[in-house]
């Protein structure tokens, strides 16, 4: 028969960050860091759909079948929602480790000035920002179109932003401002899938920091057990040491 071990939940004491004070200058550059790192995540996104736009313009005008227009349309589409799910939760898990590499680097004191102005680091709104970026020459082009007539702007908006347009063109009879609904698909995954990337690289690091604990401290095969992860923390459970079997 075994006592009842009494059980203390004690959370390992984590270093506290220090607090950097930036000055008006420094503001000034990471504001216009933080701009540059939200367009390069958003550029291979933009480009993406570009490529999708064309193939479904050129796949859908190729003849007047509506089955072959119908899989042309949905085809595109679901590749590029395919597109933002990897980009989104790629772009959130680069933005996760880069936040973690910063944080290490502030705690040893490294005079590393992107890890001091903290750019470039996770956020969840910068997901849907990104995402957003990437709609902006639509909703420019749309709302053009929506107070007349431009051949120009038409043609921008079928083989930039085909994958917007083609779908309603299909349907027809639906007024151009309902067109501007579809920006929320890519801000949508994007944002979505950037607070995924995130999570699933700091469940990553969670096992990698689980197997190094292991191995630096020898614990046994229970270790994992009696210990605790939650948010990057330890939570390690002591036993009274007092206790024995019966």
Not at 7 to 16: D, G
Not at 27 to 41: A, N, Q, S
Not at 134 to 153: D, H, K, M, R, S
Request: glycine share 8%.
């Amino acid at each position: 028969m075994t006592e009842n071990n009494t059980e203390e939940i004690v959370e390992e004491e984590q270093p506290q960050e220090e607090m950097y004070k930036l000055t008006s200058k420094q503001v000034r550059k990471k504001i216009l860091l933080e701009i540059v790192d939200l367009l390069k995540g958003a550029a291979f996104p933009f480009i993406i759909m570009c490529i999708f736009s064309s193939m479904i313009i050129m796949f859908s005008s190729y003849t007047d079948e509506l089955g072959v227009q119908l899989i042309a349309v949905i085809g595109g589409e679901l590749m590029l929602i395919a597109a933002f799910v990897l980009l989104g939760r790629t772009n959130g898990s680069a933005a996760y480790k880069t936040k973690v590499t910063n944080q290490v680097k502030r705690k040893l004191h490294k005079p590393d000035e992107k890890a001091i102005l903290k750019t470039g680091e996770y956020a969840v709104w910068k997901g849907f920002v990104i995402g957003f970026i990437t709609t902006i020459p639509f909703l420019i082009f749309q709302i053009i179109a929506c107070t007349g007539e431009y051949t120009f702007v038409e043609f921008m908006l079928e083989y930039m932003c085909g994958w917007a347009v083609e779908p309603f063109n299909l349907i027809g009879t639906i007024p151009d401002p309902y067109y501007l609904f579809m920006a929320l698909l890519p801000i949508g995954l994007h944002g979505g899938f950037y607070i995924y990337g995130k999570w699933w690289e700091d469940k990553r690091q969670q096992k990698i920091t689980r197997a190094e604990d292991d191995k630096r401290k020898g614990k046994k095969k229970h270790y994992y057990e009696e210990n605790k992860y939650d948010g990057g923390k330890r939570y390690v459970v002591k036993t009274d040491k007092n206790d024995k079997k019966k």
